[in-house]
């Protein structure tokens, strides 16, 4: 079945540090691909989305791009702020369904 | 915006107990979600409904069961609590099948089973 893998947490950085959280995935076809953040405290929202290989999808200054040759789709910001620790969430939805498959998510926690 | 809310935010309950757990959502979203969430497991989906008294299970519904008697709730039941339903749990909603990939979710509510 179809599954996301990300990188284990949690991930510490100092503010306006450059930001990489891998995610690759193991679908059959051709998934679409999504970030989502939670906050502390809060639910989880849709950040971004990539529909088919080498879209780049982007918000709030954070960018992920759909690799197909490597399965992977890894999220990048070039300057963290405080305000972006999050537990951040790596999904896909397969061919096969409307169903959202979710890796493990990864925290990421920045210090002034 | 689209508000999902949940019937509380921690819940603590002995063994063997029933559990509900309600969710609202106010969009006339179609579809409704129930989630775990776990450290390491990311979320796990437990069932899902797609329209008034239609129900599906997800990967994980064992121990679990759910109503959708109206369109805006959408209640998740543990007929008798046991430890290892100690979680977060996540109710989320989204607006047909066609946007089944953006879904809004609530602030979740903590269960620990005594």
């Known amino acids: 079945g179809d599954s996301v893998t990300q990188m284990e947490g949690p991930v510490t950085l100092s503010e306006e540090a450059f930001l990489t959280i891998n995610c690759t995935y193991t679908a059959t076809g051709y998934p679409s691909l999504f970030w989502y953040v939670q906050y502390p405290g809060e639910g989880l929202q849709l950040l971004l989305k990539a529909t088919k290989a080498d879209d780049k999808g982007s918000n709030k200054g954070f960018e992920a791009t759909y690799r197909k040759e490597t399965t992977s789709f890894h999220l990048e910001k070039g300057s963290v702020q405080v305000s972006d620790s999050a537990v951040y969430f790596c999904a896909l939805i397969g061919n096969a369904g409307n169903m959202l498959t979710f890796g493990g998510g990864t925290r990421l926690m920045v210090k002034p | 915006d689209v508000k999902v809310t949940q019937s509380s935010r921690y819940l603590v309950k002995r063994t063997g107990e029933k559990v509900f757990l309600e969710c609202v959502q106010d969009m006339d979203h179609e579809n409704m979600f129930w989630y775990r969430q776990d450290p390491g497991l990311g979320l796990r989906l437990i069932y899902f409904?797609?329209?008034?008294?239609?129900?599906e299970k997800g990967d994980i519904p064992e121990g679990y069961s759910v109503s959708r008697e109206k369109k805006e709730r959408f209640s998740l039941i543990l007929e008798s609590a046991s430890t290892n339903q100690t979680s977060m749990y996540l109710c989320a909603s989204s607006l047909d099948w066609g946007h089944s990939y953006e879904q809004y979710f609530g602030p979740g509510t903590r269960l620990t089973v005594t």
């Open positions: 409904s797609y329209d008034v008294k239609m129900k």
